[in-house]
C-alpha cells in the first residue's frame, strides 16, 4: 500500500505532536538534571546540608541578608508563600522560617518545590539542613501546612555577596506519581 501525501502529511503531524508533548512533560526533570550537571540558574543541592553545632564558626563581623520568594508553576494553583520575606544573619548561624501552603481544590494534589539561589555565585554557599524541597508534599482537598525550613549561609561567603535570594517555584506533580502508580 502506498500512502498518499496528504496520509504522509497527517502521520508526520502525529508523530512530531507526541514527540513535542514528551519533550514538555519531560522538561522538569531534564531542566534539574542539567542544573545540578551544570550549576546554572541558582540551583541548589537536594540533599540536607550537615550541620554540626561543635564545629560551626559563626562569622559575627558581618551579616547577610535572605529574601524568600515563592511562585507557582502556571498549572499549580496552590497557595505557597514564606512565613517572612527576609532574614539577616550572620554567616554561619543557622536561620529558621517555613513556608506556608494550602490546597484550595477538592481534590487530593502532590506538589514538589524546586528551589534556586541568586546572585548565581552564592548558590553554593547557601546549606539547607531541613526543607520541604527534598521530598514532595502531598495535601489533601482544602488542606494546609506550614513546612519548615532551616538553612546557613557559609563563612566563606565571598565578602562583596551582602543579599540572597532563595526562591522556590511549587510544581503539580500529582499525574506524574498516579501514572508511576505511587502516593
Same mark, same amino acid.
Given at each position: ?83 517572612i520575606r527576609k532574614v539577616t544573619?550572620?554567616?554561619?548561624e543557622v536561620a529558621e522560617l ?5 490546597? #484550595? ?10 528551589? $534556586?539561589? !541568586?546572585? *548565581? @555565585?552564592? /548558590? %553554593? ?29 557559609? #563563612?566563606?561567603?565571598p565578602r562583596h555577596i551582602k543579599?540572597?535570594?532563595? $526562591?522556590? !517555584?511549587? *510544581? @503539580?506533580? /500529582? %499525574? ?8
Amino acid at each position: 500500500m502506498v500512502l498518499q501525501g496528504a496520509q504522509k502529511t497527517v502521520i508526520k503531524a502525529t508523530l512530531t505532536a507526541v514527540a513535542m508533548f514528551g519533550f514538555g512533560f519531560a522538561m522538569v526533570p531534564l531542566y534539574d538534571v542539567f542544573c545540578k550537571v551544570t550549576g546554572l540558574n541558582g540551583k541548589t543541592s537536594d540533599t540536607p546540608y550537615e550541620y554540626r553545632a561543635e564545629t560551626a564558626r559563626v562569622d559575627t563581623s558581618r551579616t547577610v541578608t535572605i529574601q524568600f520568594v515563592s511562585t507557582n508553576n502556571a498549572n499549580m494553583s496552590w497557595a505557597f508563600s514564606p512565613s517572612i520575606r527576609k532574614v539577616t544573619v550572620h554567616p554561619g548561624e543557622v536561620a529558621e522560617l517555613s513556608f506556608n501552603v494550602r490546597n #484550595p481544590t477538592g481534590q487530593r494534589m502532590i506538589g514538589q518545590a524546586i528551589p $534556586s539561589v !541568586t546572585p *548565581f @555565585d552564592g /548558590t %553554593d554557599f547557601l546549606h539547607k539542613t531541613e526543607c520541604f524541597c527534598f521530598t514532595t508534599q502531598p495535601l489533601e482537598a482544602f488542606e494546609e501546612k506550614n513546612m519548615p525550613l532551616k538553612i546557613i549561609i557559609d #563563612p566563606a561567603l565571598p565578602r562583596h555577596i551582602k543579599k540572597l535570594t532563595l $526562591s522556590y !517555584t511549587l *510544581f @503539580d506533580v /500529582t %499525574d506524574m506519581y498516579a501514572a508511576a502508580g505511587t502516593p
